[in-house]
């Protein structure tokens, strides 16, 4: 990896309306501006759109990573912040959905961008030609953990993460690459395929944390009398 791919982003401190912060928002406009063209731009091409030196532009986003990286927190900043208002697990993982879910259709080619970087990278590093650092995709982790918390307690651990894991398939740009670029589907029908898939994972899990607890409350009812005769037993 090279000296300047392991240089540390800077970034304008909160509430900096100076000249750091006025040439950093100037940056993100000209990446966000490239990739809704179609292009995941490098530094150098963010700095000469910006009209920007280089020099410059490396101080704010040392690589890519950098660059798609705030440009996917520009894009989702809305949904990063978001908490469901309900109560109800699956309620609140709908609600999540419902109100969020329409961002990745608006800002559709920030996230594939941010998804073809990270196939890129995954590409690159199995075969040890990496030479910045790897892009790592993840906010909705913690959005969905936070969203489905109720739903644990009824789930147990193991069950829950699964959960989890699944729903991150169907939450992100993911629907929307698959079902229009194979499909051809309408953005309308991408929304109504994840949400029917949602339910669906949601429900399957209730019900198999349901038919366990109930064989695990069979088999204690089972081996109850069988406890109780050999106590019997052993007392006559």
Do not use: C
């Not at 040890?128 to 489905?148: I, M, T």
């Amino acid at each position: 990896m090279s000296a300047r791919s392991r240089r540390t982003l800077t970034l304008p401190p909160a509430g900096d309306n100076g000249a750091r912060a006025r040439t950093h928002q100037r940056l993100l406009a000209a990446a966000m501006q490239l990739v809704r063209r179609g292009r995941t731009p490098s530094v150098a091409e963010v700095a000469l759109s910006a009209g920007v030196s280089r020099a410059t532009a490396y101080r704010y986003f040392p690589n890519r990573s950098t660059v798609i990286a705030a440009v996917v927190a520009e894009s989702l900043g809305p949904v990063r912040r978001y908490e469901p208002r309900a109560r109800d697990g699956q309620a609140r993982v709908r609600e999540l959905f419902s109100q969020t879910f329409p961002r990745f259709k608006e800002f559709e080619p920030h996230m594939r961008a941010a998804l073809q970087l990270s196939l890129e990278h995954e590409s690159l590093d199995r075969v040890g030609l990496l030479e910045e650092p790897r892009y790592r995709r993840g906010f909705r982790r913690d959005l969905l953990r936070r969203a489905a918390a109720p739903l644990r307690a009824a789930l147990g651990r193991r069950r829950f993460d699964q959960l989890l894991k699944a729903l991150s398939i169907v939450y992100g740009i993911e629907p929307y690459v698959v079902l229009k670029d194979i499909w051809d589907a309408s953005d309308r029908e991408v929304e109504d395929i994840a949400r029917w898939m949602l339910d669906a994972l949601i429900a399957s899990a209730l019900r198999e944390a349901a038919a366990t607890g109930g064989n695990a409350h069979r088999v204690r009812q089972r081996k109850a009398p069988v406890a109780a005769l050999k106590k019997t037993a052993l007392t006559h």
